[in-house]
Each structure stands twice: as structure tokens, then as C-alpha cells.
């Protein structure tokens, strides 16, 4: 059984940063790729960023370019997602997410193991 576990979420002034991390088991790690997604009130789920399963492939929405890094340390089963220069607009319940190949990937459906989320919220 596959089990994800995020953490680090929270309530952050505009300008802050946050650092958010994503326990996996049941799956060999490092063969997984990973990805963060978002939903905030009212929308839609969306992309945020993906990362192989060795670390070395990594793509971020053009949301969150430059402000937001993902990284993953296969010693320790985790990944993260850095963020800095928080806005209002990035409040939302973020979630990672597992899928069962070394490539990542945007697109929701092509994994199939979802976190219970993590609650971010940027104040202004």
C-alpha cells in the first residue's frame, strides 16, 4: 500500500517562504517519479511541479518559475517544495503525488497515488 504524507503547510505573510515535504512508503523511491499539485476554493486542481525519480529531471509551472524548486532526497523517501515569495494567489491545499514510472509528468491523471493534502495559506 502506498501511503503519502505531506507536511509543512501554514499560514505565511506575502514576501515569506515555505518549505513542504512529502513522506512516501510502499514503493520503491527512487524509481518514482513525483509531483505537487494545488487546489484552491472554487478551482480546479492544478500543476505545480514535477521531478524524476532520480532527481535529475525537474519542471515547474510557469506559476511558480523562479519563486518555486522541488527536489527530492531518495535517501529519506521524501520530497520538497520550496517556496519563496509567496503570494495570496498561491493559497490552496497543496498535495503531492506518486505514479509508477522514473519520468515525471503534469498532467493529474497519470499518477495514482495522492496525498491528504497540505493547507497553505498566504496573507497580504
Known amino acids: 500500500q502506498v501511503h503519502l504524507v505531506e507536511s509543512g503547510g501554514g499560514l505565511v505573510q506575502a514576501g515569506g517562504s515555505l518549505r513542504l515535504s512529502c513522506a512516501a512508503s510502499?514503493?520503491?523511491?527512487?524509481?518514482?517519479?513525483m509531483g505537487w499539485f494545488r487546489q484552491a476554493p472554487g478551482k480546479e486542481r492544478e500543476f505545480v511541479a514535477t521531478i524524476s525519480g532520480s532527481g535529475g529531471n525537474t519542471y515547474h509551472a510557469d506559476s511558480g518559475k523562479g519563486r518555486f524548486s522541488i527536489s527530492r532526497d531518495n535517501a529519506k523517501n521524501t520530497v520538497y517544495l520550496q517556496m519563496n515569495s509567496l503570494e495570496p494567489e498561491d493559497t490552496a491545499v497543496y498535495y503531492c503525488?506518486?505514479?509508477?514510472?522514473?519520468?515525471?509528468?503534469?498532467?493529474?491523471?497519470?499518477?495514482?497515488?495522492w496525498g491528504q493534502g497540505t493547507q497553505v495559506t498566504v496573507s497580504s
Open positions: 510502499g514503493r520503491t523511491f527512487s524509481t518514482s517519479a
Open positions: 503525488a506518486t505514479r509508477p514510472t522514473r519520468y515525471g509528468s503534469s498532467r493529474s491523471y497519470d499518477y495514482d497515488y
